[in-house]
């Protein structure tokens, strides 16, 4: 009884056996042919389903559901599933997985990053072609993406000394401006400066020559035409003086004496004139004959 019992689960369990194992192969043929009809959900959901749900350790059910999320847009999701198979033992999933890894991240213009990653393609399977090619590809757009670099620092440098030039000659212009400025404020200042010299001279001179032609006083006039007549006389007095002294001695009269006669005979002179000023004169009689 026992024995045949047995026999029943066993036979149910190889029948079970034998239902995985066709589902499996169902599950990856209907994958397979989404994903080459481009219904890359479809393929995912089945890829999912095996390695979730029926627990499939096939690594190249996961390489497969990789490529199905990066065909989907979903590199995050892929990138994480091929990082999963870069321990694996099958070599040639391993270069695989390496080569899609750098394909990500030369898209992304991380080409020293892919440079490395497609070489860890290479070194785990070096019959990989076309790891080989993007490879070659990746070095050339480095070298491309290093040269831009490179003359976009020496065009940066270029326009920082243009920009440092610039600015130099603008100070250079304003120092100069402004020194410009500073000795034309200094001539208008001495040019200032000698107008009113000039103009202080020419006052000056305006006032000399003004006091030189200008007309004196006549009271002042007549003091100093009263004091060089009293000169005079005085010079005059002085000279006549001398010899008159001379003959006062020989007529025996003093000085003091003579004075005072001189003196008299002046006054009566002086009454005479006045006298003969004031005596009206008669007109003259034409009948008469001028003897």
Partial sequence: MKLIIGIVVLAFTAFG????????????????????????????????????????????????LAHSLIQAGDTISAQRNYSRL????????????YQQMGVIASGQKQYEEALNIFKESLKANPANEEARYNYELVKELLKKQEEEQQQNQDQQQD????????????????DQQQQDQQ??????????????????????QNQEGESEGKPQDPNEQNAQEGEQQQEGEKSEDEQSVSPMSDRLKEMNISEEKARMILEAMRNNEMQYIQQNRRRPEKPRDRTKPDW
């Fill in 17 to 64: 056996v034998i239902d995985n194992i066709a589902t499996v192969n169902r599950l990856k043929k209907e994958a397979a042919q989404a994903y080459q009809n481009g219904d890359y959900a479809t393929a995912i959901a089945h890829y999912q389903t095996l390695l979730d749900s029926l627990q499939v350790e096939d690594p190249n059910v996961r390489l497969n």
């Fill in 159 to 174: 326009q920082k000394e243009q920009q440092d030039q610039e600015k130099q000659d603008q100070q250079q212009q304003k």
């Fill in 86 to 97: 870069i321990k694996v033992e099958d070599r040639n999933v391993k270069s695989v997985a």
């Fill in 183 to 204: 000795q034309q404020q200094q001539g208008e200042k001495g040019e200032q400066t000698d107008e009113n010299e000039e103009g202080q001279k020419q006052d000056q």
